[in-house]
């Protein structure tokens, strides 16, 4: 009983003693190690030792520079930048020998990825690669301050010098550079010398949005496939460069649990990662176990957490040969905080984190050969899955949209997978693609069950439980025509392989200065952002909501742009210049139009609206989800580079809101909007506004009578007496729809469907939220069909609820609308298919009639 008891004893101990004491680094080091003197401490440098202040990024990056320039163990380099034009660190530690010998080692880790190669490699002599992430979380702070003593220790330890022949270690330590310093800011502004640890205390209780996100609040967790970001895009191009065996991810959970490393639970694996990998994972955690053991500390595994997302930093790796390794750490969020199991310090979270390192680094170099024989045996084996494939390979493209093709083809390419341009017309099972229009991915090559993971499409799962999304199918994100294809019609297809990169293709303007106006159509992704800058330029723009043609050859649809100078006083040749400015970096074309008797509708018809220029605020702070709110933010500020006001919800009652013409409500509780701000919004939006809203937002507003929004209320009727209450957490977790793709059915002439060649559209859901339909047939332009699951889990209760019910519903208020979306048409950046529903609200929603949404 004694020895069961003495690892809770310690663990408390550690609590306890280092609440309030100035912390050591004997506190955190391993005993048995020694020292190189000439390697600079961490608190040499920076003035404190780790635990005692949050360090903030620019200090990390101190530190790192001050080691490599004193060990010959680190090679220190900047990888990229992030929004806020923050360097991105890379530090490689290695032998000395190693270090001298890098591109070697990786070009015979790409040969890893080759079975022909593979084969004659010696394996016995491969040093083994770890990539280390600290914090991608930037309020998960444990882990950016653990990676300088990880770094110190790689880099000083004497006794480590014969293990590091055989290992080089990448590290990123603080993957999330401006989360990291919004955090660190917040913590040290609000520290008190002496701590009583009250959860309570403003320390402990950051200001929205939190430093958990990236500069437009992005989780950077989920963005390891879509690569939106700059630190992903830097990330995966050196995770792809190196191919580590190990790929580490240092996180933080709620105060009150203790420590987490995989494995996560086996029956949410995804399908597609090898039975090895997890007993290859399950061998590594005994070293974890054995590390915290000596040091008392509490731990977990096989619970909570899973591996099926590979858009995750874990998961990510195990389709391609690596293990990844989730490490959750209870938070102090603070320097102190009360727990249930006492008071947890700061310096005690570091301590784990650093100590999950060395437990890392000792299996790396334990199991060193075994690690690099299952990348080779990886890719062996999908070499033999692709070769009894029936598919050979996937084609996608869209005729009409540049943009979307472009986005997705160049997302693909991040991951080291080659892709092909097709040279010329294809029909394929009856659609067609067109020629420099669309791209084919082969599945006879390394990366073959990425690519499956990236294509496929699945509603069958052994387990009904996510951590995250059950399905992110790329080509159905991006609305796109896509299918799997076999050997013979790959082998007809005239195709050219994209190895140089790839560049946005450049739009141009076909006719001549001084034409009687000019037209484009609103079918490409980027015709919003061209007509953003036109109306910033001053020219007049009109949208046709009806179709008409300038000759045979010419014909025009609805959502077709006009522009002419107005009144902008500008001369036609600049006129004409600004015009092809703007198409080439928008990839739009432009046609010139010679005359006003066009066929269908003429140019003064009345069914051509004049468009107001955006004036736009986006709603932020108090209850407002900061990842939709920054999801908007990004879009429109990075894709349309279009200036918008993030306005607080706090100064709603102060704004003058006739600033504005359109206003977003982000999903959300807008608790804190009472009184007179209720009656001043509707006014607002009586007197001829948008507000464009989504999910909870609704609810909102309809309670507040600004707009009608009605939704289904009933719940699941269970007759069973008696349930297993050891059940009950999973039978509840079940229903949670937590990210999934369904089939809607678009009006195609409604104003919020321009731009789309068909009425079949995917999107994609992550609540239960049921909107119904308004009584108003017009007012119902997104409906969900009869038939709506494409791809992902989702509860079969859930599944009927959602039957032809509304996505998106429009409701007039006075001369204004409200546009309420049931779905986010922005998720994580990716969702590029539902984009344009959204910029058709902004650019649009004035032009939608009344009377057909009342």
């Given at each position: 009983?004694?020895?069961?008891?003495?690892?809770?004893?310690?663990?408390?101990?550690?609590?306890?003693?280092?609440?309030?004491?100035k912390?050591?680094?004997?506190?955190?080091?391993?005993?048995?190690?020694?020292?190189?003197?000439?390697?600079?401490?961490?608190?040499?440098?920076?003035?404190?030792?780790?635990?005692?202040?949050?360090?903030?990024?620019?200090?990390?990056?101190m530190?790192?520079?001050?080691?490599?320039?004193?060990?010959?163990?680190?090679?220190?380099?900047?990888?990229?930048?992030?929004?806020?034009?923050?360097?991105?660190?890379?530090?490689?530690?290695?032998?000395?020998?190693?270090?001298?010998?890098?591109?070697?080692?990786?070009?015979q880790?790409?040969?890893?990825?080759?079975?022909?190669?593979?084969?004659?490699?010696?394996?016995?002599?491969?040093?083994?690669?770890?990539?280390?992430?600290?914090?991608?979380?930037?309020?998960?702070?444990?882990g950016?301050?653990?990676?300088?003593?990880?770094?110190?220790?790689?880099?000083?330890?004497?006794?480590?010098?014969?293990?590091?022949?055989?290992?080089?270690?990448?590290?990123?330590?603080?993957?999330?550079?401006?989360?990291?310093?919004?955090?660190?800011?917040?913590?040290?502004?609000?520290?008190?010398?002496?701590?009583?640890?009250?959860?309570?205390?403003?320390?402990?209780?950051?200001?929205?949005?939190?430093?958990?996100?990236?500069?437009?609040?992005?989780?950077?967790?989920?963005?390891?496939?879509?690569?939106?970001?700059?630190?992903?895009r830097?990330?995966?191009?050196?995770?792809?460069?190196?191919?580590?065996?190990?790929?580490?991810?240092?996180?933080?959970?709620?105060?009150?649990?203790?420590?987490?490393?995989?494995?996560?639970?086996?029956?949410?694996?995804?399908?597609?990662?090898?039975?090895?990998?997890?007993?290859?994972?399950?061998?590594?955690?005994?070293?974890?176990?054995?590390?915290?053991?000596?040091?008392?500390?509490?731990?977990?595994?096989?619970?909570?957490?899973?591996?099926?997302?590979?858009?995750?930093?874990?998961?990510?790796?195990?389709?391609?040969?690596?293990?990844?390794?989730?490490?959750?750490?209870?938070?102090?969020?603070?320097?102190?905080?009360e727990?249930?199991?006492?008071?947890?310090?700061f310096?005690?979270?570091?301590?784990?984190?650093?100590?999950?390192?060395?437990?890392?680094?000792?299996?790396?170099?334990?199991?060193?050969?075994?690690?690099?024989?299952y990348?080779?045996?990886?890719?062996?084996?999908a070499?033999?899955?692709?070769?009894?494939?029936?598919?050979?390979?996937?084609?996608?493209?869209?005729?009409?949209?540049?943009?979307?093709?472009?986005?997705?083809?160049?997302?693909?390419?991040?991951?080291?997978?080659?892709?092909?341009?097709?040279?010329?017309?294809?029909?394929?099972?009856?659609?067609?693609?067109?020629?420099?229009?669309?791209?084919?991915?082969?599945?006879?090559?390394?990366?073959?069950?990425?690519?499956?993971?990236?294509?496929?499409?699945?509603?069958?799962?052994?387990?009904?439980?996510?951590?995250?999304?059950?399905?992110?199918?790329?080509?159905?994100?991006?609305?796109?025509?896509?299918?799997?294809?076999?050997?013979?019609?790959?082998?007809?297809?005239?195709?050219?392989?994209?190895?140089?990169?790839?560049?946005?293709?450049?739009g141009?303007?076909?006719?001549?200065?001084?034409?009687?106006?000019?037209?484009?159509?609103?079918?490409?992704?980027?015709?919003?952002?061209?007509?953003?800058?036109?109306?910033?330029?001053?020219?007049?723009?009109?949208?046709?909501?009806?179709?008409?043609?300038?000759?045979?050859?010419?014909?025009?649809?609805?959502?077709?742009?006009?522009?002419?100078?107005?009144?902008?006083?500008?001369?036609?040749?600049?006129?004409?210049?600004?015009?092809?400015?703007?198409?080439?970096?928008?990839?739009?074309?432009?046609h010139?139009?010679?005359?006003?008797?066009?066929?269908?509708?003429n140019?003064?018809?009345?069914?051509?609206?004049?468009?107001?220029?955006?004036?736009?605020?986006?709603?932020?702070?108090?209850?407002?989800?900061?990842?939709?709110a920054?999801?908007?933010?990004?879009?429109?500020?990075?894709?349309?580079?279009?200036?918008?006001?993030?306005?607080?919800?706090?100064?709603?009652?102060?704004?003058?809101?006739?600033?504005?013409?359109?206003?977003?409500?982000?999903?959300?509780?807008?608790?804190?909007?009472?009184?007179?701000?209720?009656?001043?919004?509707?006014?607002?939006?009586?007197?001829?506004?948008?507000?464009?809203?989504?999910?909870?937002?609704?609810?909102?507003?309809?309670?507040?009578?600004?707009?009608?929004?009605?939704?289904?209320?009933a719940?699941?009727k269970?007759?069973?007496?008696?349930?297993?209450?050891?059940?009950?957490?999973?039978?509840?977790?079940?229903?949670?729809?937590?990210?999934?793709?369904?089939?809607?059915?678009l009006?195609l002439?409604?104003?919020?469907?321009?731009?789309?060649?068909?009425?079949?559209?995917?999107?994609?859901?992550?609540?239960?939220?049921?909107?119904?339909?308004?009584?108003?047939?017009?007012?119902?332009?997104?409906?969900?069909?009869?038939?709506?699951?494409?791809?992902?889990?989702?509860?079969?209760?859930?599944?009927?609820?959602?039957?032809?019910?509304?996505?998106?519903?429009?409701?007039?208020?006075?001369?204004?609308?409200?546009?309420?979306?049931?779905?986010?048409?922005?998720?994580?950046?990716?969702?590029?298919?539902?984009?344009?529903?959204?910029?058709?609200?902004?650019?649009?929603?004035?032009?939608?009639?009344?009377?057909?949404?009342?």
């Amino acid at each position: 009983m004694l020895k069961r008891l003495l690892p809770l004893f310690l663990f408390l101990v550690a609590f306890q003693g280092f609440a309030q004491e100035k912390v050591s680094l004997d506190y955190y080091m391993k005993p048995g190690y020694t020292y190189n003197q000439d390697i600079p401490t961490p608190e040499s440098v920076l003035g404190f030792n780790i635990g005692e202040w949050h360090v903030s990024y620019d200090q990390v990056h101190m530190y790192m520079k001050a080691l490599a320039d004193a060990s010959d163990r680190v090679k220190f380099e900047v990888i990229g930048r992030t929004y806020e034009q923050r360097p991105l660190m890379m530090l490689t530690f290695s032998h000395p020998d190693n270090l001298g010998r890098l591109n070697a080692i990786k070009f015979q880790r790409a040969q890893l990825r080759d079975p022909s190669e593979s084969r004659n490699l010696d394996i016995e002599e491969m040093p083994a690669v770890v990539y280390m992430g600290y914090s991608v979380h930037g309020n998960e702070a444990s882990g950016v301050n653990a990676s300088l003593l990880a770094a110190y220790h790689f880099a000083a330890a004497n006794e480590i010098d014969e293990d590091l022949k055989n290992i080089v270690i990448i590290m990123e330590p603080g993957i999330n550079p401006d989360g990291i310093n919004r955090f660190a800011s917040w913590v040290n502004s609000n520290r008190s010398i002496h701590m009583n640890g009250d959860p309570n205390n403003r320390e402990l209780n950051e200001a929205w949005p939190r430093g958990r996100t990236n500069h437009y609040w992005f989780d950077l967790n989920r963005d390891w496939l879509p690569v939106q970001h700059p630190e992903s895009r830097s990330r995966i191009a050196k995770v792809q460069e190196w191919k580590p065996n190990l790929v580490l991810d240092f996180h933080e959970m709620g105060t009150n649990s203790t420590f987490f490393f995989q494995p996560g639970i086996p029956s949410r694996n995804h399908p597609l990662t090898p039975s090895k990998n997890f007993e290859l994972t399950e061998k590594i955690a005994q070293y974890h176990a054995k590390h915290l053991d000596e040091i008392g500390s509490l731990y977990f595994t096989q619970e909570n957490y899973d591996d099926f997302y590979y858009g995750k930093g874990s998961t990510y790796p195990d389709v391609q040969g690596q293990i990844g390794i989730l490490f959750e750490q209870a938070s102090s969020r603070g320097h102190l905080q009360e727990s249930i199991n006492g008071p947890l310090s700061f310096a005690f979270t570091i301590r784990n984190q650093f100590t999950a390192s060395l437990s890392s680094f000792e299996a790396a170099v334990a199991m060193k050969t075994e690690l690099n024989n299952y990348m080779r045996d990886f890719y062996i084996d999908a070499k033999s899955d692709a070769d009894a494939d029936t598919n050979k390979a996937y084609i996608f493209g869209l005729a009409k949209d540049n943009g979307r093709t472009f986005h997705l083809a160049d997302m693909i390419l991040q991951h080291k997978v080659k892709l092909y341009s097709l040279k010329e017309d294809m029909t394929v099972n009856g659609v067609d693609f067109k020629a420099n229009k669309a791209y084919i991915v082969p599945l006879n090559q390394p990366q073959y069950r990425l690519i499956k993971g990236m294509f496929e499409t699945r509603t069958e799962f052994q387990d009904s439980l996510f951590y995250d999304v059950s399905a992110w199918t790329l080509p159905m994100a991006f609305d796109m025509e896509f299918m799997a294809v076999n050997s013979r019609i790959l082998n007809l297809a005239n195709v050219e392989e994209v190895n140089t990169g790839l560049s946005m293709p450049q739009g141009k303007v076909e006719g001549a200065a001084g034409a009687y106006g000019y037209a484009f159509e609103w079918n490409e992704y980027y015709a919003p952002k061209a007509a953003y800058q036109l109306m910033d330029k001053g020219y007049n723009l009109r949208v046709a909501h009806k179709p008409f043609e300038v000759s045979a050859e010419l014909k025009f649809g609805r959502g077709t742009i006009l522009v002419d100078k107005g009144r902008s006083g500008a001369s036609d040749q600049a006129f004409f210049e600004d015009l092809q400015a703007t198409a080439q970096n928008t990839g739009i074309i432009i046609h010139s139009v010679n005359t006003g008797y066009t066929g269908g509708i003429n140019m003064g018809s009345p069914s051509i609206d004049v468009l107001e220029k955006p004036e736009v605020a986006l709603l932020v702070d108090g209850g407002v989800s900061s990842y939709e709110a920054g999801e908007i933010w990004h879009l429109l500020d990075q894709r349309l580079e279009m200036p918008i006001t993030l306005l607080p919800t706090g100064l709603v009652s102060r704004a003058d809101l006739n600033r504005y013409n359109t206003l977003i409500m982000p999903n959300g509780s807008y608790g804190n909007l009472s009184g007179s701000v209720t009656e001043d919004l509707r006014n607002w939006v009586s007197k001829g506004g948008t507000i464009i809203a989504r999910g909870r937002a609704l609810n909102w507003l309809s309670d507040h009578k600004i707009g009608e929004f009605t939704f289904k209320t009933a719940t699941e009727k269970d007759s069973t007496l008696q349930k297993s209450y050891a059940n009950f957490s999973n039978d509840r977790g079940s229903k949670v729809t937590g990210g999934a793709i369904f089939n809607v059915n678009l009006d195609l002439t409604h104003p919020l469907g321009y731009g789309y060649e068909e009425e079949e559209l995917y999107t994609f859901r992550n609540s239960n939220q049921f909107l119904l339909p308004s009584e108003n047939p017009y007012a119902n332009p997104l409906i969900y069909t009869d038939a709506p699951l494409a791809s992902g889990y989702v509860y079969p209760y859930n599944l009927e609820q959602m039957k032809n019910t509304a996505m998106i519903r429009v409701s007039a208020v006075g001369r204004g609308k409200v546009i309420g979306f049931v779905d986010n048409p922005n998720f994580r950046a990716f969702w590029f298919g539902t984009n344009k529903l959204f910029y058709n609200s902004i650019f649009f929603g004035q032009t939608i009639s009344s009377s057909s949404a009342r």
